[in-house]
């Protein structure tokens, strides 16, 4: 009886074993066939994070670098560029042979140096500019190389401005006119052809057909000067000496709060001696004044003062 018993709770354990790794085996086929249109969305945390930005560079860390933006191309648009550098005193020189070579190198086609100034404002303090005719085609690259070169001398630009003038509309503007006023001109030049024309009346005409001829040669003269403008870009550098945000030699510099701090408390220690120096001598005075009154004035007081007889002894 008790084997029955044992051989029925095995054969019952064994069907239930059996049921479960059937249940664990229709699941698993159930996953192998899950439809992908019908999986949930994936979370956030599936998504691997992007990766971190590159670290800045020693010099975009020191130094500020200027947006890289540039004129959009337009035909008939004149550009005119301005760059203001700052940099150590002692490169300003070097760096302005710099960029003129630069210039020569190009040609006198491509680049033209049109005027150059280096000077002395105190013993430490330079100004200098270097202004350029370029062509239209490289300005944009030449600009940009002579950033790179003010940065590679431990410089960095400060300022820059870059402004467009519209000359393609005024050329227009100054061929029609230049059209409508030859065609004016011939016409008078019709009537001055014509036979049986009074003095008076061709005078007149010659008058304006004089006239007409000045307007049309100084329309010209207009249009040529501003397809001259629009050949080339001019180009102005200007450098001057100063303190950057970190030293040159890699040190930070002082905060400009500090500095001021320190200037103030240097101005005020000077003036605190100057007011020294300059009541020091009323002051001695003062003190000899007082000295006299302490230690002469009282004797002579005494002196004329009436003598005091002694007094009687006591008796007993």
Known sequence: MRKALVVLLLSAAAGCSGGGSEERSESRQDLKTYDVSE???ATDSAVPPPPPPPAPTSAERRFSQPPGIAPTAAPGVAFNYRYDFRLPSARVAALQEQHAAACEKLGIARCRITAMRYRLVDDDEIEAMLAF???PAIARGFGKQGIDAVTASE???IDAEITGEDV?????AATRSETDLTDELKRIEGELARRGLG???RAQLQLQAQ??????RATRTTKTEQQETLATTPMVFNYESGDLLAGFDGRPRLSQAMEDALENLVGGLLWILVALITLLPWALLVA???WIWRRILPPLRRVGEPAVPPAPPAED
């Open 288 to 290: 000899a004044a007082l």
């Open 211 to 216: 006239q007409l001829r000045d307007q049309i």
């Open 199 to 201: 003095a008076s009346e």
């Open 39 to 41: 999986a949930p969305a």
């Open 133 to 135: 005719k370029l062509d």
């Open 168 to 172: 393609g509309s005024r050329i227009a």
């Open 155 to 157: 410089g960095m630009l």
